[in-house]
């Protein structure tokens, strides 16, 4: 069964722009939460979807949003870049929201100039 | 506020040497507790723990959750260079009444020197 897969791998940006990446889950899994690892705060929990909805949102502003399509894949956005948006992305998958397995992707990594 | 704290930070030890980490929490809505292994890429999952008392095994790897006192440990006994990496620990907890979110600690650093 194949993993979590993530595109792209690496992003450079630069503040002001906007970036999209993405996230296909394991094949049956239809909740995909994101993280956000950095050295300073670790792993922080962004949001997670299921059946196309938001269902919980960490504390984060709104420059990040997401969405679930109805094959399951996310996308998360990231509007307004600054500085320290720069961070390892992750995003998870699981069976379902009740299901606190969670599998992760490979990541990607935004550099933010 | 939920928090998830591990020790020690850092570890180094010899090939060979058993090894504890430790990790504590104050989570609300707690439902589950996790514990993963970070190399240099995404967080390989490890093991699952919902229920007090119950050792996970796998290996040369244990896992044991005392949710009275709200902590679990990781094993791993007869360490091998291989098993240099971070070890996360995090709460699966439920937010808002719908859905899970994992609440990590900042990880425990493992270096095994041969």
């Known amino acids: 069964k194949a993993g979590v897969t993530q595109t792209p791998r690496y992003l450079i940006k630069t503040r002001g722009q906007q970036v999209t990446l993405s996230c296909s889950p394991i094949?049956?899994?239809?909740?995909v939460s994101w993280y956000q690892q950095t050295p300073g705060q670790g792993l922080q929990f962004l949001f997670e979807?299921?059946?196309?909805?938001?269902?919980n949102k960490g504390n984060f502003p709104g420059r990040f949003s997401g969405r679930q399509f109805s094959n399951s894949r996310s996308e998360m956005n990231v509007s307004t870049l600054e500085l320290g948006d720069s961070a390892l992305y992750l995003c998870?998958?699981?069976?379902?929201?009740?299901?606190?397995?969670?599998?992760f992707g490979p990541g990607t990594r935004l550099t933010v100039l | 506020e939920d928090k998830v704290v591990q020790s020690p930070l850092s570890l180094v030890v010899h090939e060979g040497d058993t090894v504890t980490l430790n990790c504590s929490y104050e989570?609300?809505?707690?439902?589950?507790l996790l514990w993963y292994k970070q190399e240099k890429k995404a967080p390989t999952f490890l093991f699952m723990l919902?229920?007090?008392?119950i050792e996970k095994k796998s290996g040369r790897l244990s896992s044991i959750l005392d949710k009275k006192e709200l902590f679990s440990i990781l094993n791993i006994t007869a360490t091998q260079t291989g098993d240099s990496a971070v070890y996360l620990c995090?709460?699966?907890?439920?937010?808002?009444?719908?859905?899970?979110?994992?609440?990590f600690g900042k990880g425990t650093t493992l270096s095994v020197s041969s």
């Open positions: 998870a998958s699981s069976f379902s929201p009740d299901t606190n397995e969670q599998f």
């Open positions: 979807y299921f059946s196309e909805t938001q269902r």
């Open positions: 989570v609300t809505n707690f439902r589950s």
């Open positions: 995090a709460v699966g907890a439920r937010i808002n009444q719908a859905g899970t979110a994992l609440i």
């Open positions: 094949s049956g899994h239809r909740s």
């Open positions: 919902t229920s007090s008392g």
